[in-house]
T-cell receptor
Framework: AQSVAQPEDQVNVAEGNPLTVKCTYS??????LFWYVQYPNRGLQFLLK??????LVKGSYGFEAEFNKSQTSFHLKKPSALVSDSALYFC???????????FGAGTRLTVKP | EAGVAQSPRYKIIEKRQSVAFWCNPI?????LYWYQQILGQGPKLLIQ????????DSQLPKDRFSAERLKGVDSTLKIQPAKLEDSAVYLC??????????????FGEGSRLTVL
């Protein structure tokens, strides 16, 4: 079965600095990879996904993610962090013909002014 | 476009009582999911419906949890009897993908259950 690891429980960055939230995955065959964000007392909101094609995927709110097949990674990035980016971020993976979307444990991003 | 609707938002019950959560997915979305999110963890799939049929319920504790989607639209998740470890947020999600795995999920705001 597919799985996702988010090695950092917490990431702290200063406003204006670049941010990276790490994700590695395990799946049989080609992966479908997703990033979601969760604000307090809210459901998860979709940010971006990688299905096929260009390894650099651009999404909502200036976020992007880079798919690296050799390292089985899909790190989330943003060139310049905002205080409003502070939230819980989840990486998720699905395999081809597999409907179960598996989520990582989440990484709490804190952006300080 | 209306989002995924869930109710109630919050529920507090005593252990061994029962509780039911309701979900109305985005119109036209064939696939509906119930996830359990325990504090500090990622969401865990409980059950997935494609229209009114069950696709995956392998992680649903069937001795106490049940779910239905009778007309292929809204869905109900029931817990009876509840245990302390059922305290969690129950997230409903829907997606359009007609049999493919590429579609993102759209989540409701969740129903937070506290079992005392």
């Amino acid at each position: 079965a597919q799985s996702v690891a988010q090695p950092e429980d917490q990431v702290n960055v200063a406003e204006g600095n670049p941010l990276t939230v790490k994700c590695t995955y395990s799946v049989s065959g080609n992966p479908y990879l997703f990033w979601y964000v969760q604000y307090p007392n809210r459901g998860l909101q979709f940010l971006l996904k990688y299905i096929t094609g260009d390894n650099l995927v651009k999404g909502s709110y200036g976020f992007e993610a880079e798919f690296n097949k050799s390292q089985t990674s899909f790190h989330l990035k943003k060139p310049s962090a905002l205080v409003s980016d502070s939230a819980l971020y989840f990486c998720a993976v699905r395999g081809y013909n597999n409907n179960d979307m598996r989520f990582g444990a989440g990484t709490r991003l804190t952006v300080k002014p | 476009e209306a989002g995924v609707a869930q109710s109630p938002r919050y529920k507090i019950i005593e252990k061994r009582q029962s509780v039911a959560f309701w979900c109305n997915p985005i119109s036209g979305h064939a696939t509906l999911y119930w996830y359990q999110q325990i504090l500090g963890q990622g969401p865990k799939l409980l059950i997935q419906f494609q229209n009114n049929g069950v696709v995956d319920d392998s992680q649903l504790p069937k001795d106490r949890f049940s779910a239905e989607r009778l007309k292929g639209v809204d869905s109900t998740l029931k817990i009876q009897p509840a245990k302390l470890e059922d305290s969690a947020v129950y997230l409903c999600a829907s997606s359009f993908d007609p049999g493919h795995s590429t579609g993102e999920l759209f989540f409701g705001e969740g129903s937070r259950l506290t079992v005392l």
